[in-house]
């Protein structure tokens, strides 16, 4: 994906702020520990010392020095785990903090983007500040099943609300537990307010936790990037192309509300595009609606709602609207 310099630029300028914070907390850390054990900065003195001799050797041309001071220094670092312990410190306790271990927050692994820098990528290409919000309020970690009512049944699925929003929770964590193996895709269908985004949210937090690309896109905005991308032109063109190169190569699609866009054959036509692309490549996609599976083959076309039918574990959530529970 081309990246104009003023992305990349501001991307690579995250990664030095996220350097420079790690090393500003440990170099705090270091301090509360040196006050703390002294005979731990003692040893960190000696392995400086020994370090700078063997340097000064080396540059004498003799290389003998160099296993004598790896002994030391590995010596030291036992000592040092073990002090911290004893003092009721975790072992890593003076060891960076990183954001993304995978890179050390460098967004390299080697030559290769880490996928911490893909996402970055998504992130400022998409603006998806949005999700990025959304999913510190709405996770698993905040899931209730008290919004789910057990006092009725509901016809459509027999069970109740809170049944049935359990076994849907069940196949959403099966989605995320197999994503790397299994390939699958989720419709999350049911009236207004039953929880359907709150639900993508928190399969979105997962895989983005699980180092996936992620994009979230109401079919507002899905509609509004491929119309760009086909017909714009100049400027327009250049972001939208760029946008909808990964809208078909993210790890997971998040379309949401699909069915409250412009409904016309370009959006038909698009749509098919759009999931069956994802779907040669074997990548995942959730859709949600207020549509039922009824109005999806009316709505759009044969050919849309068999690829859904027929790749899709199709999810029904039923209750009541949520966000009317919430404000009494
Ligand atoms: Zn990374």
Redesign the pocket.
Known sequence: MALKNYQYNKILREYDMKQLKNKHDLDIRTEEVYNAIPELKEIDDAVVTCAVQSAKLMLMGDDKPLPALKKVTEEASEKRTALLVKHGYPADYLQPAYH?P??K???Y?GTEK????KQAIVDIVYSQSNIKTAITRENFEVFSYDFYSEDYVDPSTRLSPRDNIKKVVEVSWDFIHKFDEEYNNLLLYGNTGVGKTFLANCIARELLDRAHTVIYLTAFQLFDILEKNKFGKGEDNYESQNQFEYILDCDLLIIDDLGTELNNSFVNVQLYLCINERFLRRKATIISTNLSLDNINTIYSERVFSRIASNYSLLKIVGDDIRLKKLF
């Open positions: 993304c995978d890179c927050d460098t967004g692994i880490c996928h911490c820098f």
